[in-house]
């Protein structure tokens, strides 16, 4: 390691609880640790990172049970904002800890090359440049959508300044966004859904979104991939929307779901092995229905249990919205699988109360 990054790493390990706070934000504390579910921030217990210097170690060091991996934190700023080199890191770290930029950094930064509009490499690099969630307006957005609280495992970013082109006739915008990666069945982002929202409030109208004709669009490969919601086990829940799905797990945060983004890319989804039951969160229309028989179609062919779940208006959201919480809990508690109401929605009642 270099003096420069051994310098950095110190001054950072001095002040390790507020970069874990920053850049680990899904972790908690626990005693002398922090502890989350991976250095890019999922939520979890797998990771420890050790807060106060002790017999065992230095301040700042930590390891992931679940891989073996270690590093310092410096690692934790470059694997949670995707970094690439070390110079990135490096100013993000001064900047981080309020020190003016050494004299290489000052230097003109090499050009990156340009990648191709609405690529995966596009994508990846929004989502890289964009934020947590937390204290902005998408946590605004979606609690005045009646989403509380909002369990999207870091599948969610916010970008204050997100490029909006109306079409290619007129100049750029620049919005406030929701950023949503979608993923397919590794883990590897291979596009971003945007959401532009209005900075200057909520209307019935818009409900939030920015005042624009698209406020909504995706790019890179969505093609049998999703934004995803927990990691999948042998159960998963489906459907359209990325508001639709978070209301949902609002209801039973610890299933994992996952939003298709349009009718018919849920209908193409790509299903995971060892996946036994499908919950299909269908929208009351007749793209709805017909996604429904579609899919159930396909995972029945695969050996897994297809259960359709309706909303009493037009999607959950708007149930949620409308109805409020406990009602959205009881029409779900109706239509869940036995074993999966105790599994899924009496656990996360009492974990709530």
């Given at each position: 390691?270099s003096?420069?990054a ?5 001054r950072?390990?001095?002040e390790?609880?507020?970069?874990c706070r920053?850049y680990l934000s899904h972790g908690?504390?626990?005693g ?10 999922t939520?979890?217990?797998s ?7 002790s017999?065992?170690?230095?301040a700042?060091?930590?390891?992931d ?11 934790i700023?470059?694997e949670s904002l995707?970094?690439r080199?070390?110079?990135e890191?490096?100013?993000e770290?001064r900047?981080?800890l309020k020190l003016?930029r050494?004299e290489e950094?000052s230097?003109?930064r090499p050009?990156r ?6 690529s995966q490499e596009?994508a990846?690099?929004?989502f890289a440049?964009?934020g947590p969630?937390e ?9 005045r959508r009646?989403?509380?609280?909002i369990h999207?495992?870091?599948s969610l970013?916010f970008?204050?300044?997100c490029y ?10 620049t919005?406030?966004?929701?950023i949503?990666?979608?993923t ?5 982002i291979t596009?971003v859904?945007?959401?532009w929202?209005d900075p200057?409030?909520?209307d019935?109208?818009?409900l939030?979104k ?5 406020p ?6 969505l ?8 990691v999948?086990?042998?159960v ?5 929307g990325i508001?639709?799905?978070l209301?949902?797990?609002y209801?039973?945060?610890?299933l994992?779901?996952t939003?298709?983004l349009?009718a018919n ?5 790509l ?8 919950y299909i969160?269908?929208?009351?229309d007749?793209?709805?229905d017909?996604?429904?028989?579609i ?5 029945e062919?695969a050996g897994?249990?297809?259960i ?6 037009g ?5 949620l919205?409308?109805?409020g919480?406990?009602a959205l809990?009881?029409a779900?508690l109706?239509?869940l699988?036995?074993e999966?109401v105790v599994?899924?929605l009496?656990s ?6």
């Amino acid at each position: 390691m270099s003096r420069d990054a051994c310098e950095l790493a110190r001054r950072l390990a001095r002040e390790a609880e507020a970069v874990c706070r920053h850049y680990l934000s899904h972790g908690k504390r626990a005693g002398r640790y922090w502890v989350v579910g991976d250095v890019h921030n999922t939520p979890g217990r797998s990771l420890f990172v050790r807060l106060h210097e002790s017999p065992k170690g230095p301040a700042g060091k930590w390891t992931d049970a679940a891989t073996g991996a270690h590093g310092d934190l410096l690692d934790i700023i470059r694997e949670s904002l995707a970094l690439r080199d070390f110079r990135e890191v490096a100013e993000e770290a001064r900047r981080f800890l309020k020190l003016p930029r050494s004299e290489e950094q000052s230097l003109p930064r090499p050009v990156r090359p340009v990648v191709p509009a609405g690529s995966q490499e596009a994508a990846r690099r929004l989502f890289a440049i964009s934020g947590p969630i937390e204290g902005t307006l998408v946590e605004t957005y979606l609690q005045r959508r009646g989403i509380a609280r909002i369990h999207h495992g870091g599948s969610l970013r916010f970008h204050p300044r997100c490029y909006y082109r109306p079409d290619e006739h007129l100049p750029t915008e620049t919005w406030p966004a929701m950023i949503g990666s979608v993923t397919d069945l590794e883990g590897r982002i291979t596009g971003v859904h945007r959401t532009w929202l209005d900075p200057h409030g909520f209307d019935r109208v818009r409900l939030g979104k920015a005042p624009i004709d698209t406020p909504r669009r995706a790019m890179g490969d969505l093609l049998g991939n999703a934004v995803r919601f927990g990691v999948v086990d042998d159960v998963l829940a489906a459907g359209e929307g990325i508001e639709t799905m978070l209301s949902l797990r609002y209801v039973l945060p610890t299933l994992p779901m996952t939003a298709a983004l349009s009718a018919n890319h849920l209908s193409a989804m790509l299903l995971p092995s060892g996946l036994r039951r499908l919950y299909i969160a269908r929208d009351a229309d007749a793209a709805g229905d017909a996604v429904q028989a579609i899919l159930t179609q396909r995972a029945e062919a695969a050996g897994i249990e297809a259960i359709a779940l309706s909303p009493r208006l037009g999607d959950f959201n708007e149930d949620l919205h409308i109805f409020g919480l406990e009602a959205l809990r009881a029409a779900l508690l109706l239509q869940l699988v036995p074993e999966d109401v105790v599994r899924f929605l009496h656990s996360s009642m009492a974990t709530a109360e």
